[in-house]
């Protein structure tokens, strides 16, 4: 294992191993007490204020950071550069956000949303502060530091909710929960970083990067779009009940996503720029990244959509019901989203970002009328199966165009999946079976049925990778003692 490719195995383990970390605690600790102490109209509320704060993140970088993690060697001017036009496109972006409040709740018909969007305005000026130190300290491979202050950042702003709701606070709880989120990584970050920042602004060296950042911005607006019409149809049109119901399912389906695909793709993107010329070692670099995912990913969110409905009772309570029919559907939506994630960082590693922008705009088509369609239907589980379909007819042509840059055969992809979807399939037989043999499992309460389903699907997932899969287990066994050592030996690999 080459150094480039211990930095970004490194890289990635300790982004999942964070990432797992802050969402066990979301999982076990602040999600469970908000949800028992909060309404779903309030977290329906913060939703419908955070789709214009997050509309406008949007537009606070122009994809300038990603430039910087990718360029050969960025000039002290064109950090300079980027810091301070960051800087002044989020001071632009919060006070177009505080003006705009008003318009946003009067779309929705809320009143108490134009005070949390005007309040929650500041979010903009935060993010962009972070920006360039975090271009920094991913460009050099400072992962540790990054998680350092993730897990600080969530740790006080998770705390901060909670007690703010135990006081009676309200909705409000939630919206100080990402204000304080974004503070303390714009103060960590302006500490951690050592990005050659000075009083200088050169255009020329932000122009030279506009036709990639441009296309980048594009496709983030339009990807924007694809995650927030969903919601913005919902609280527009079903009110802010259904909102906070779709919501919260919506974010358990994400977090296995961030959990895995997040954190290995933020390693994987400077380690995909330094080969990014090379097509046969990017390509068998993609195949890996897949296979690696799909191991957990494939009976993670399987898993999830057996067993939604004790998972939910437990997790939330009783009183958001509503949200298992929800998740059950949008977890095979996490699990098509989560194999294709790794294509988006090979189209901006080779700086085809007019690509990423393209596939953009076919998904908003696409994901727009089928929310459409189950907006007409009129039920929360209408506008999941459209949103599930629509994914289904999307990937194979994705998938078609990623494997014909990368010069990578359909059979070779499907190969890499080929142990995880099997034993996956074996899983989902032997805990519908217990289902189906022990009828009296669903009248128990929700603690005791994940404590015997659970294991049942562990079992049944990794004993047929064992036995049947043998070849890939000792390659990834191997591959995991290799990263472990201290000395890495010199042979190529894939990334």
């Known amino acids: ?66 430039a910087l993690v990718r360029a050969e060697q960025p000039s002290t001017a064109f950090w300079s550069s980027a810091f301070w036009l ?40 935060l993010h962009c502060i972070f920006l360039v130190p975090m271009a920094w300290l991913q460009r050099n491979y400072k992962f540790r530091t990054i998680a350092l202050i993730d897990l600080t950042a969530i740790a006080l702003s998770s705390a901060a909710a909670i007690y703010l709701a135990l006081t009676g606070y309200g ?28 009083l200088t602004f050169a255009w020329s060296t932000i122009r030279a990067v506009l036709p990639f950042s441009l296309g980048l911005t594009g496709s983030a607006f339009v990807r924007f779009l694809n995650q927030n019409v969903d919601n913005v149809l919902i609280g527009r049109f079903f ?14 389906m994400r977090m296995p996503i961030q959990t895995l695909s997040s954190g290995l793709n933020f390693a994987l993107y400077p380690a995909f720029s330094s080969i990014k010329e090379d097509t046969e070692k990017l390509g068998r670099a993609y195949v890996k990244t897949v296979s690696i995912m799909s191991v957990i990913v494939f ?42 994630s790794s294509a988006n960082e090979m189209w901006k590693a080779r700086g085809r970002s007019g690509v990423l ?13 089928a929310f459409a369609i189950g907006i ?32 990578v055969k359909a059979v070779t992809l499907l190969n890499a999946m080929r142990p995880q979807f099997i034993s996956t399939l074996i899983m989902t037989g032997a805990v519908l079976s217990v289902q189906f043999a022990f009828p009296d499992i669903r009248a128990m309460n ?13 079992l049944a997932y990794f004993l047929p990778l064992v036995l049947f899969f043998r070849s890939f287990v000792r390659t990834s066994l191997e591959d995991f003692r290799m990263l472990r050592s201290k000395e890495a030996p010199t042979a190529p690999s894939a990334v």
């Open 1 to 66: 294992m080459n150094q480039l490719a211990k930095k970004t195995a490194t890289g990635a383990i300790i982004n999942i191993s964070v990432t797992l970390t802050k969402n066990l605690g979301q999982f076990l600790i602040v999600i469970p007490v908000l949800a028992r102490i909060l309404t779903p109209e309030q977290f329906g509320l913060l939703a419908m204020a955070m789709t214009l704060v997050g509309f406008l993140t949007m537009f606070n970088d122009l994809g300038i950071s990603a």
């Open 86 to 125: 960051n800087l002044g496109f989020g001071l632009t972006m919060t006070i177009a956000a505080y003006f705009a409040a008003p318009l946003v709740a009067a779309f929705f018909g809320e009143p108490q949303v134009k005070e949390l969007v005007q309040v929650m305005s500041c979010i903009l000026m």
């Open 171 to 198: 909705v409000w709880a939630l919206a100080w929960q990402q204000i304080i989120l974004y503070a303390v990584k714009a103060l960590a970050g302006q500490l951690m970083n050592k990005a050659p920042i000075r």
């Open 239 to 252: 009110g802010a009940d259904a909102l906070g119901y779709y919501s919260r399912a919506y974010l358990m």
């Open 357 to 369: 922008l393209r596939w953009s705009i076919i998904r908003a088509i696409g994901f727009i009328i």
């Open 446 to 458: 929700s603690t005791l049925q994940l404590l015997i389903l659970v294991p049942v699907g562990g």
């Open 299 to 340: 009976p993670m969110m399987t898993g999830l959509a057996l067993v939604v409905v004790p998972f939910v009772d437990l997790l939330f309570g009783p009183q958001w019901g509503p949200v298992a029919p929800v998740l059950r559907i949008l977890a095979f939506v996490g699990l098509m989203q989560s194999v294709a």
């Open 376 to 407: 007409n239907l009129g039920t929360l589980e209408a506008m999941a199966w459209a949103f599930l379909i629509a994914n289904i007819i999307l990937l194979v042509p994705f998938q078609y165009e990623v494997l014909k840059q990368l010069d």
